[in-house]
């Protein structure tokens, strides 16, 4: 475990010093995630017509509405700054044979290759998230309880999880076809759904959506915990479900690597 606390640091350390480079990448972020924020929140005023009492999502107010999309937000900018540019090289890497520089290393390859770059500046998501949470706690006309923000952020770490888990398992499946780029794009087209409240979800799609890409455990379940109604049920099966899925992934990874052959196999 230190091992992996040290190795983080220094590809992190990294991370911070090519950003540095690059600040204006920072300032862009920020100025064209405005354009996608309000891209996000512009539906709900078609939906609840500008009236913020109307009910235009099944038991979700406008506020509370917005409470989800700042979840959505928050987590976008997870996977855009953290998840997706660390391994979307692995398609590369096993495109063109070149992972063994990667199992050479004294180091779990998973660890490596998920932690192999970060786009800090995609942090900028984070703000906008921030701009997002504050507008829906006005429109409600109070703010989260203690236990509320609690409960939130273990949700969205118990997310960012399940992202990372239904990620490796994308980019496990390139060790068994040449492109999956349509796979993760297709990933990222679902994963815009989560920006609407379960209630929306309906039939086989609030199955697949709560426990095969579960879209609800994501942005509804942290958006109820901040709105002080989260059942504690949810709450514990939200964990466990997340650890299924790890374990899973990594049983699918390394299963994965067995496949692989390298440029010069």
């Known amino acids: 475990m230190r091992r992996a606390f040290e190795l983080l640091k220094v590809q992190l350390k990294a991370s911070v010093m090519l950003a540095v480079q690059y600040r204006l990448d920072f300032v862009l972020d920020l100025v064209i995630g405005l354009f996608w924020t309000v891209a996000a929140v512009l539906p709900l005023f078609v939906v609840y017509g500008g ?137 990222t087209s679902i994963f815009d759904a989560a920006r609407w409240p379960a209630s929306v979800f309906r039939g086989a799609f609030r199955i697949v959506f709560t426990f095969v890409i579960p879209l609800v455990v994501m942005t509804t379940l942290p958006a109820e915990a901040l709105l002080g109604r989260l059942p504690w049920t949810s709450l514990v099966g939200s964990i466990v479900g997340a650890a299924v899925f790890a374990v899973v992934a990594r049983a699918v990874w390394l299963l994965s690597l067995r496949r692989y052959t390298s440029a010069g196999g």
């Open 51 to 187: 009236s913020s009492s109307a009910q235009g999502v099944p038991g979700w107010t406008f506020g509370e509405t917005l409470l989800v999309v700042g979840c959505f937000i928050t987590l976008q900018a997870v996977i855009d700054g953290a998840i997706s540019p660390s391994l979307s090289s692995v398609l590369d890497h096993v495109r063109k044979g070149t992972l063994d520089f990667v199992l050479l290393k004294p180091h779990d390859a998973q660890l490596l290759v998920s932690t192999a770059r970060f786009q800090l500046w995609r942090a900028a998501g984070l703000i906008h998230a921030g701009i997002v949470f504050t507008l829906g706690f006005r429109e409600l006309g109070h703010g989260p309880t203690v236990l509320g923000v609690a409960e939130a952020l273990l949700l969205l770490l118990v997310a960012t999880a399940l992202l990372y888990s239904l990620w490796l398992l994308i980019v496990s499946v390139s060790f068994y076809a040449v492109k999956v780029d349509n796979l993760s794009s297709l990933f």
